[in-house]
């Protein structure tokens, strides 16, 4: 239900020819020569059925067929004895008619770039299969308003799980986005799988840097065959913030509660997603919000780069994929780090206990690895602080083994800024340099009683 | 009444099919681990929503959806922290199907001679009146094809779902519903038969047939609302009308019986339009404010004074029509009223069979009637609101007037306390449903349906007669325990406690009921405090006249045990050696008495002890210590 969650299995798309079935339930069928969306009559020693074929999920048995009767309830059918019927086909299914893509003139440009997950996508309702749905006339369909407060370009990037989503991707994203600034958009949204979307906000920080209009990431945690959905919204406010804000910075849009009645813009570096599954699950962490945005008015929470037009972002989007993520804990063995070093990794990002420790009995791996020129650095796994090593012995013999630490990042941003820094320059006095600096909000030097906690 | 309109409406084809939604009581819910507990204490937290249609299956939006989008609403949702979890708040995705349910289910349909489906699959079935806080309604085909009998007619039953309860409606404001969290999600069994009745009458016997085979399984909830009727109803001509929450069994007849009736009269209405050469209705709205610009009746003038206008539609061929009385108290003109009351937000509107009256003068009618060029065979309607909302009443007004020329508009409606209905929202199409991603399937082997089949519950007959048989309960006071939510509770005290039946059933079924008359709230008592309160009196330990006290007492203290309850009642059970030795006190000081009147003497004494030990100890513990020593007095003398 929500982000992968509320797709079915089988997302992104199953072939058509491919319905799910397998074993002995695909030999009846293929012997029966009949199709998925036939009309028949199933028949096995209990029951009689007359509905339509309807796809089955993977993961499910081989022993069951799936129909949908005619009063629109689906059941399953034992493939014990089982007699298929083909029926007269009935009539061909109307299409939905399709809708010009309209809007006002003289409105901002906005440029959409679909990169897959549940906010750009349309069901069958059928099968319930979900697939990405993202021309202007499909937006401007599900949410009429977009006509109303942007000229819209869409752009179908990806049509990715954001879990599969990578360094690569986080390129091309910029490099889109990039074109769409110069070919005079006057704002950016990119809808996004809810994953991994704090790490590609973070991502696109890094990469596009000096922007001159807002790039806004969006998504969703309901899917938008439902009609709680909250994609209508979150698109909505996404294109009006893409549009109007007075920031050019990269955010991550969402809802504020659980409640259809606020959203929030979180800075891209500074924003993590806290929840699995509710509306209000992206949190700033360490920062305040850039914005909150009620009823279509934006309200600025921190200072912020404003918007400036006739300028074009500096593009730099090369990132190391190199480089990994190890979280400490109790007992955590020491030869977890052999294949990393062996392998030749760049750099290691360890998320460390407290003020950033590890336990002592790694300490060895760890100057093994800088000695092999990897770059180590230390966030924190209390996720909410910063580090500081100076406090205990552990932290000080981290520091002196060449540890970099991570100030107030958070560690999926330190990961992806330590790819991007990685990305850039091999020099290691420029990568100690450029990592311990603030490119785009993500660090800072002063932690303040709110934190960002709400 | 009934039975008259009954006999002649069963000449004109009237068929009745019953669609029930009965309330399981199990443990969970169907679809997250929250209790099914209906809660009136405030709630502790609320959220606001809004819905939005989506297209259907079919590429169409749905009428019924669309007609509730039609009503820009806003939804707010209360819920209660530790009964209430993010499932029925939409902000989790559902768990597996309770499993508890599906074997009431399972056990229900075999009961009614159905065939379970091979595997189970829940669907989302959209309904987006903001009573599911999805927009969508999960539910899942568990069987299908069977029947029961009345008397010696089939009657089939077409399907039987398990679904997931809407969320309850606390309050309903021009701009918004509130509803309220604790009822969403309660595991649902709805059970459909065929049109197969042809009286109300039937339908009632047949839905009191279902709702006892529903209970046998003592798995269902009772009280309001526990259970809920949909009729559908048709006379021959007419058309499938669905009526909704039809609360009591006892409605079910004049239910039917008023819809036949409002069928055959709207059929005399179209044969009438006929006649009169009707053969269209066309919406011409006219802004007639200027003409009520100095009236005073006190609706128009306050919609003016307000900023609003008057509208006023001709309804060509309509004269006298609009009075036309469908049922008791509702005419045509009432159906035209609620279409504007549903669909623009307005209070009712005016029709020219009812004016002059309302402070609309004869005088402005006239100005009315020639504004809108309406002569002496048509009717006229106003409607008094701001701009829009006129339009769009006129415009919904009009439209059900046109429908006049069809006969009976499909469509479902709502029952009133009275038998009567009024008009709720148009058909559904069917294509409402989709699957349910996020619930895996369950199959149905044919072993679990086997080990069902060999333990069925026992027919609530059948039971009633067993009491009779094995508990020597009267027939009235066995068919009463047999049918009430005690009836588990009774068998264990009685087999496994040994409590006398009668005192256990009376207590129950005689008892709780003169309690809560009282006002006392029996129902929420804790069963095992029931128990032990039963359990004390019939070791003598707690005199039985005072069981009505302490469970009275019981049930205003929550909280509180049986003990705290006799301490505070001082009904401290009185030692047997007390009571005794009073006994002997009595026989003494009346020995003259037991010598003269040897056992007869046992009623003129027992009065006096009762007055002495009322409400402490067990009549007939001091009639059977009386009479033992009475015969000792008299074996010593």
């Not at chain 1, 009539?91 to 901002?108: H, I, N, Q």
């Not at chain 2, 409402?432 to 086997?450: A, C, H, K």
């Not at chain 2, 301490?567 to 030692?575: N, P, Y």
Request: hydrophobic share 40%; charged share 25%; net charge neutral.
């Amino acid at each position: 239900m929500s982000g992968k969650g509320s797709q079915p299995s089988s997302y992104p798309q199953r072939p058509q020819a491919a319905s799910g079935y397998k074993g002995k339930a695909l030999e009846i069928i293929t012997a029966s020569g009949v199709q998925v969306g036939d009309a028949l009559i199933a028949k096995n020693e209990k029951l009689s059925v007359s509905g339509i074929l309807m796809p089955r999920s993977e993961l499910d048995d081989d022993r069951h067929i799936v129909i949908k009767l005619k009063d629109g309830y689906n059941l399953g059918i034992s493939v014990e004895s089982l007699k298929l019927q083909r029926l007269q086909p009935e009539e061909p299914r109307r299409a939905a008619p399709a809708v010009e893509a309209k809007s006002k003139p003289g409105l901002p440009k906005v440029a959409i770039i679909s990169t897959g997950g549940t906010i750009a996508s349309r069901v069958d309702y059928k099968t319930g299969a979900v697939s990405p749905a993202l021309t202007a006339g499909d937006l401007y369909q599900s949410v009429p308003e977009l006509g109303e407060i942007a000229e819209i370009r869409t752009e179908i990037l990806y049509s990715l799980l954001s879990e599969n989503i990578s360094p690569e991707n986080w390129k091309s994203m910029a490099q889109s986005v990039y074109r769409q600034i110069k070919e005079g958009a006057d704002g950016v949204v990119i809808t996004h799988g809810t994953d991994t979307m704090g790490f590609t906000a973070a991502a696109l920080s890094f990469a596009l840097q000096g922007l001159p209009v807002p790039v806004i990431l969006v998504g969703s945690q309901r899917s938008s065959d439902r009609p709680s959905s909250d994609a209508y919204l979150n698109l909505k406010g996404a294109v009006l913030a893409a549009s109007r804000a007075p920031f050019a910075e990269v955010g991550v849009l969402m809802h504020k509660g659980i409640s259809d009645n606020g959203l929030v813009i979180h800075r891209g570096t500074r924003v993590r997603k806290m929840h699995t599954s509710r509306r209000d699950a992206f949190k700033s962490v360490n920062s305040p919000p850039l914005a909150y945005m009620n009823d279509g008015q934006i309200e600025a929470l921190q200072p912020f780069r404003p918007r400036s037009s006739g300028r074009l972002p500096s593009l730099k989007a090369d990132f190391d994929p190199d480089v990994v993520l190890i979280k400490s804990f109790p007992g955590i063995p020491p030869d977890i780090f052999d294949p990393l070093i062996h392998r030749g990794f760049h750099g290691i990002v360890l998320e460390g206990t407290g003020l950033g420790h590890v336990p002592e009995k790694i300490f060895h791996q760890i100057r093994r690895a800088t000695q092999a020129g990897m770059t180590v650095v230390m966030a924190s796994q209390c996720i909410y602080g910063r580090v500081n090593m100076n406090v205990y012995s552990t932290g000080r013999e981290l520091l002196s083994m060449g540890v970099i630490p991570a100030g107030d990042m958070l560690p999926e941003t330190a990961l992806v800024k330590l790819m991007w820094v990685l990305g850039q320059t091999t020099d290691k006095l420029r990568i100690k340099e450029l990592f311990s600096s603030e490119i785009a909000g993500e660090i800072s030097q002063r932690s303040t009683y709110k934190e960002g906690r709400e | 009444m009934s039975n008259r309109v009954g006999t002649s409406t069963n000449a004109l084809g009237i068929k009745v099919g019953i669609e029930i939604h009965q309330q399981l009581d199990t443990a969970s819910k169907l679809f997250c681990a929250c209790p099914t507990a209906l809660r009136e204490d405030p709630p502790h937290h609320s959220v606001k929503r809004r819905l939005k249609p989506t297209t259907s299956e079919m590429g169409d939006v749905d009428s019924a959806a669309l007609f509730e989008s039609v009503k820009q609403k806003s939804f707010t949702y209360e819920a209660y922290e530790d009964t209430v979890c993010l499932v029925e708040l939409d902000e989790e995705p559902p768990h597996d199907m309770n499993g508890e349910a599906v074997q009431v289910a399972l056990t229900v349909a075999l009961m009614a001679n159905m065939t379970p489906v091979d595997e189970i699959h829940v669907m989302r079935k959209i309904v987006i009146d903001g009573s599911n806080t999805t927009g969508f309604q999960r539910t899942a085909k568990v069987a299908f094809g069977g029947f029961i009998m009345d008397g010696s007619e089939r009657i089939t039953i077409q399907s039987l779902c398990l679904e997931e309860d809407a969320a309850r409606k606390v309050s309903e404001e021009r701009e918004g519903i509130t509803y309220r969290l604790d009822r969403l999600g309660i595991p649902l069994v709805e059970i459909t038969t065929g049109p197969d009745m042809h009286s109300g009458e039937q339908a009632a016997r047949v839905a009191l047939s279902i709702g006892r085979l529903l209970r046998s399984t003592g798995k269902v909830k009772f009280g309001l609302g526990a259970i809920r009727q949909d009729l559908n109803v048709s006379v021959e001509g007419g058309a499938r009308i669905e009526v909704k929450g039809v609360q009591e069994l006892g409605l079910i007849p004049s239910v039917v019986e008023m819809e036949a009736q409002r069928q055959i009269a709207l059929l005399e209405i179209r044969e009438e339009l006929r006649r009169r050469g009707v053969s269209e209705v066309r919406s011409d709205p006219a802004d007639l404010t200027a003409t009520f610009s100095s009236t005073s009746s006190k609706v128009l003038r306050k919609a003016i004074d307000g900023g609003g206008c008057v509208f006023g539609a001709r309804l060509a061929g309509f004269a006298g029509l609009l009075k036309r009385e469908l049922q008791p108290g509702r005419r045509l003109g009432t159906e035209l009223s609620d279409r504007a009351k549903t669909y623009a937000g307005v209070g009712g509107i005016f029709h020219s069979d009812e004016l002059p009256g309302y402070g609309i003068t004869a005088g402005e009618l006239e100005a009315a009637a020639k504004a809108l060029n309406a002569g002496e065979g048509d009717a006229i309607i106003l409607v008094a609101a701001p701009l829009e909302a006129c339009e769009a009443a006129i415009r919904a007004a009009v439209a059900r007037a046109a429908e006049a020329l069809v006969g009976v508009p499909s469509e479902v409606r709502s029952a009133n306390a009275d038998g009567t209905s009024r008009f709720m929202r148009p058909m559904p199409g069917s294509a409402r449903m989709y699957p349910e991603t996020d619930v895996p399937s369950i199959v149905v082997s044919s072993e679990r349906l086997e080990a069902i089949r060999t333990a069925l519950p026992e027919p609530l007959d059948a039971k009633a007669e067993r009491y009779v048989r094995e508990y020597g309960l009267s027939r009235d006071l066995a068919s009463l325990i047999a049918d009430s939510p005690h009836s588990s509770a009774f068998e264990r005290l009685v087999k496994e406690d040994s409590v006398p039946a009668p005192f256990v059933a009376s207590t129950f079924e005689y008892t709780f009921k003169m309690l809560k008359r009282e006002g006392a709230d029996v129902d929420s008592l804790d069963k095992e405090q029931i128990r032990e309160v039963l359990i004390m009196s019939s070791r003598g330990a707690l005199a039985k006249e005072a069981v009505p006290e302490v469970l009275r007492w019981l049930a205003s203290n929550k909280g509180k045990g049986v003990g705290d309850a006799i301490a505070s009642l001082s009904l401290a059970g009185t030692e047997e050696s007390i009571v005794r030795s009073a006994i002997e006190a009595a026989v003494s000081e009346n020995i003259d008495l037991v010598m003269r009147e040897g056992e007869r003497a046992v009623s003129p004494l027992m009065g006096d002890l009762m007055k002495k030990f009322r409400g402490k100890v067990d009549g007939r513990m001091i009639h059977s210590l009386l009479k033992e020593e009475i015969a000792r007095r008299l074996a010593t003398k």
